[in-house]
């Protein structure tokens, strides 16, 4: 998912998206192991996440039947809300980090956190004011974060981070280190209006540090390393490889193919990123590739002892103008007729 750039309406990092269709397909594993012939989810009606469970049951396992309480109305009139439910799970002894004293609710995995619904749902509602501190799990707020920047080297091969300031690291590992690096210094807060699959609209507060960092660091990699149309027609597919990951296709032949295509386009993509983190801002400071298609001696404007002669560019600009210049010419005579 890193490899394609996915970022879903250009701020979300699918946080919550890529964790279900993990659990989904967990779920079925056990489901088969113990030879049940139905799984279940505690995802509302309203929300993207029964989309995303029910989806890759189907795709994985289609003879399992999928139970979802919130969409039965006999369970909805015992719990028409959160409310309802703190009060059951209180009743009856059952820990959640969900009270009334913290009016709206929270989903945590290894790429982020997530925070919703209560007082969230007023979109003027400030989240990152000071009386919501508390809230977030991952990161401290920018302002709090350290006076004096810090750098980060990360390693790229074919497209995957396996090293961070020199030590390699297995893949949780270096979520799990950027979010240190990154919580440290209040990086990976969005707060966003986000189109549900479903059909409305919902307001939501992310956490997403490491992945912050880590998708920052792949496109300076990708910049020095990608060719220009390989690069573009990558680009171009990021809305829809976002969307299928967000509406819950994880498992659908046209993200696979799609995985196929960007998988292609991360061969080159090796090397090293270096970043200066400072209060929630993520600086590039440095980039180097052994695959690197950038040529200095090409590219400097220094002098002409180089293989790109400045003159080739008069007619490639000719060319280019042509199609210009015969419609200022149609737009000149349509307006003297």
């Not at 040529?295 to 790109?308: G, L, Q, R």
Request: charged share 25%; aromatic share 8%.
């Amino acid at each position: 998912m890193f490899q394609a750039g996915a970022i879903y309406e250009g701020q979300y990092f699918l946080g919550t998206s890529i964790a279900r269709p993990l659990i989904a397909k967990r779920m079925v594993e056990i489901a088969r192991s113990e030879k049940a012939d139905a799984v279940a989810h505690g995802a509302t009606g309203k929300g993207n996440d029964q989309v995303r469970f029910e989806l890759a049951a189907a795709a994985l396992a289609p003879e399992l039947q999928v139970i979802a309480p919130w969409r039965e109305e006999r369970f909805r009139k015992q719990f028409a809300g959160r409310a309802e439910m703190i009060a059951f799970a209180e009743a009856n002894k059952i820990p959640v980090e969900a009270s009334v004293e913290k009016p709206y609710s929270s989903d945590r995995n290894l790429l982020h956190v997530s925070f919703e619904s209560g007082v969230l749902e007023d979109p003027w509602f400030d989240a990152s004011s000071t009386e919501m501190r508390n809230m977030y799990k991952l990161s401290v707020a920018p302002e709090d974060a350290p006076n004096e920047p810090e750098h980060v080297e990360l390693e790229f091969e074919a497209g995957n981070c396996v090293a961070v300031n020199g030590k390699s690291l297995s893949p949780p590992g270096v979520m799990q280190a950027l979010n240190k690096l990154g919580g440290k210094h209040g990086i990976g807060r969005v707060d966003i209006v986000e189109n549900r699959f479903v059909g409305m609209k919902g307001r939501g507060v992310y956490e997403t540090p490491g992945g912050a960092i880590l998708h920052f660091a792949h496109r300076q990699m990708e910049t020095l390393t990608m060719d220009r149309e390989v690069m573009h027609l990558r680009d171009s597919l990021i809305p829809k490889y976002s969307e299928l990951v967000y509406n819950g296709f994880w498992f659908s032949p046209e993200r696979e193919a799609l995985q196929a295509l960007v998988t292609e386009t991360q061969r080159d993509v090796t090397g090293v990123v270096r970043l200066k983190l400072y209060k929630g801002n993520i600086v590039v400071a440095g980039r180097k590739s052994p695959k690197s298609l950038y040529d200095p001696k090409i590219a400097t404007m220094e002098d002409d002892a180089s293989v790109y002669d400045q003159s080739d560019a008069t007619g490639l600009i000719r060319l280019n103008a042509l199609r210009l210049k015969v419609r200022a010419a149609l737009k000149t005579k349509d307006k003297s007729d």
